[in-house]
């Protein structure tokens, strides 16, 4: 059984920072590349962060330079720390692990609000 369990959302001042976390299970995660998604109250779900893989990374040009995604194959997770947050960053935020079929996780909330 596939499952992709993410955590580290809640609320952060702006500015704040938090690094969410996407552990794998049932899956080969090494060949797997890795998705970081987010979905805002009527709006789409948007690709923000993903890493392949062989470890090459790609962005969303609004998160560019404020979040970075990595990975540990040994713990079978990945991760996305986001900086200097902003209201905007406010979603709910999703793993998908991405190869010859795809998975999702349930999603975490984060919300930027003073």
């Known amino acids: 059984q596939v499952q992709l369990v993410e955590s580290g959302g809640g609320l952060v001042q702006p500015g704040g920072s938090l690094r969410l976390s996407c552990a794998a299970s049932?899956?080969?995660?090494?060949?797997?590349?890795m998705e970081w998604y987010r979905q805002a109250p009527g709006k789409q779900r948007e690709l923000v962060a993903a890493i392949t893989s062989g470890g090459s990374t790609g962005y969303a040009e609004s998160v560019k330079g404020r979040f970075l995604v990595s990975r540990d194959n040994a713990k079978n997770t990945v991760y996305l720390q986001m900086n200097s947050l902003k209201s905007e960053d406010t979603a709910v935020y999703y793993c998908?692990?991405?190869?010859?079929?795809?998975?999702w996780g349930q999603g975490t909330q984060v919300t930027v609000s003073s």
């Open positions: 049932g899956i080969t995660f090494r060949v797997y590349t």
């Open positions: 998908k692990a991405n190869a010859f079929r795809a998975y």
